[in-house]
């Protein structure tokens, strides 16, 4: 068994940079509380820490993590409550200006969702259900792109599912209210790790368009 002594050396690092000289950004946090900008729904997946990939300071973006980054319709919200309650603290305790539902590629869980298995063990039973939020846009890539491999689907499923989940936050009136009257904006990203490059839904064009894309190689790497 591998030991966390990483984690320990992370600390390390991270008390130097944030609670050491430069702690004047912890001690605004700790006396005046947090009040991020934006709520960040995205996946478990240990590649795709959202804070990370968009290099936020602490106190910038209310996180929650969950597999496959699924939001549960109002109408199962008590039924998911881990994750609709902490939407519920965003939006309602922390009043966040920007929901972002951030998918991406590679993403297991949407590939357990297309592989479609029958559960063996209580364990699978747990992640069917909670994957089956996203049946929908299961269905719809099976119409739209039924004679496509599995790869394929996956891909386009990684992103329908993320429509999903912009739909269904949708469905919660204390977010559909704020979003009518211009204080929350909904966003659906997908990170694609394959070439490192953020896209977002673009509702005018019904496609994810590129948002930034690739970092090119410097004239040194390039030569």
């Known amino acids: 068994m591998r030991d966390v002594s990483k984690f320990l050396s992370g600390f390390r690092r991270f008390q130097h940079s944030y609670l050491g000289e430069q702690h004047a950004l912890f001690d605004r946090l700790a006396q005046q509380g947090q009040r991020p900008r934006a709520l960040v729904i995205a996946c478990c997946d240990s590649r795709c820490d959202p804070a990370l990939l968009t290099d936020c300071d602490p106190g910038d973006m209310f996180v929650v993590r969950n597999v496959a980054n699924l939001v549960p319709p109002h109408v199962q919200a008590t039924y998911f409550a ?72 996956t891909h386009a499923c990684e992103q329908s599912a993320i429509l999903v989940s912009l739909e269904n936050l949708m469905s919660y009136p204390w977010i559909s209210s704020r979003v009518q009257q211009g204080k929350l904006a909904l966003h659906g990203w997908y990170f694609d790790m394959h070439n490192g490059e953020l896209y977002e839904y673009t509702p005018q064009t019904g496609m994810f368009e590129v948002l930034v894309d690739k970092l090119e190689p410097s004239a040194h790497e390039a030569s």
């Open 82 to 153: 881990a994750t609709t309650s902490a939407i519920a603290f965003a939006v309602h305790n922390l009043e966040v200006e920007h929901i972002i539902v951030m998918g991406h590629a590679q993403c297991g869980g949407i590939r357990a969702l297309m592989e479609h298995k029958a559960p063996g063990c209580n364990e699978e039973e747990l992640i069917a259900k909670w994957l089956d939020i996203a049946e929908d846009a299961r269905q719809q890539v099976l119409h739209e792109f039924k004679d496509k491999p599995l790869q394929v689907q």
